[in-house]
């Protein structure tokens, strides 16, 4: 809770909503019928307000910060939960699937794909982007590919589509910047990376891009993949094996500044 001991005061606050959770999904040749990329978690929705009047007499105010979505192997990831403070609803991030279409959310997930194209999920309005399109594989021959997962949208950018022809997934939408508990000014909401054959070149979990997608290719790399960094609303990067757990998504996280008196 948030509690006014006396009078009234004007606050500004920043609310962040929980992150989508990636699946694994596998990588492997475009002949496989399962062949296929997971698409990155979408951040969490991003809020942001100035001058609201909070008082004693409606004290205390109740804030309830989101968790990230489920990680997890193939078909089992979820949406980001609902931050909720001062009356203000920020929408937790859409999960990024092993195939199909991305997540609906704050920031919406990337596309699953294995060798037929798939849309990125939908944004909620002034709260972040849409996720990435999944590239399809190509089948029929032992040379295929498998698909390309989209990147999760973020807080300041569209999640990237996956890419057939380069063998990667699209990497998360850029976060944005809001202000901290110090001095410092964090980025906050990310998307996650997508799955692909080769993995795009932001690994482990930074805020920026959410979490880090994994390799797919054949016989190498299919692990467990980066999450998104705690309290800060990254989405959940992919993983390229479906019996591997995808990144968990992030922690919201809800902090209201106000003037403290000399």
């Known amino acids: 809770t948030f509690t006014v001991t006396a009078g009234s005061a004007d606050v500004d606050y920043l609310i962040i909503a929980g992150s989508g959770g990636a699946s694994g999904a596998y ?10 990329g997971a698409g990155g978690g979408g951040a969490g929705g991003m809020l942001t307000g ?24 193939a078909g089992l990831e979820s949406n980001g939960s609902n931050s909720v403070a001062l009356g203000v609803t920020a929408t937790g991030g859409g999960k990024g699937p092993y195939v199909g279409v991305g997540g609906t959310g704050g920031s919406g997930g990337g596309a699953g794909v294995n060798n037929s194209a798939n849309a990125g999920g939908s944004a909620t309005a002034g ?48 976060g944005d910047t809001g202000y901290g ?62 019996d591997y757990r995808g990144g968990f998504g992030a922690a919201g996280i809800v902090i209201i500044r106000y003037v403290v008196a000399a």
């Open 27 to 36: 990588g492997g040749n475009g002949s496989w019928t399962v062949s296929g």
């Open 127 to 174: 709260q972040g982007n849409d996720g990435g399109a999944g590239g399809p594989g190509t089948t029929g021959t032992s040379s295929g590919t498998g698909g390309k997962g989209g990147g999760g949208g973020g807080a300041g950018a569209v999640g990237e589509a996956g890419n057939t022809f380069a063998n990667y997934g699209g990497r998360g939408g850029a």
């Open 50 to 73: 100035t001058g609201v009047t909070v008082d004693a007499a409606s004290s205390p105010y109740t804030i309830t910060v989101g968790t990230g979505g489920n990680g997890k192997a």
């Open 181 to 242: 508990i110090g001095s410092t000014t964090p980025t906050y909401a990310g998307g996650g990376t997508g799955a692909g054959e080769n993995t795009w070149g932001i690994s482990g979990s930074g805020a920026l891009y959410g979490g880090g997608g994994s390799d797919c290719t054949l016989d190498v790399h299919w692990q467990e993949v980066g999450a998104g960094v705690p309290n800060t609303g990254g989405g959940g990067g992919a993983s390229g094996r479906w």
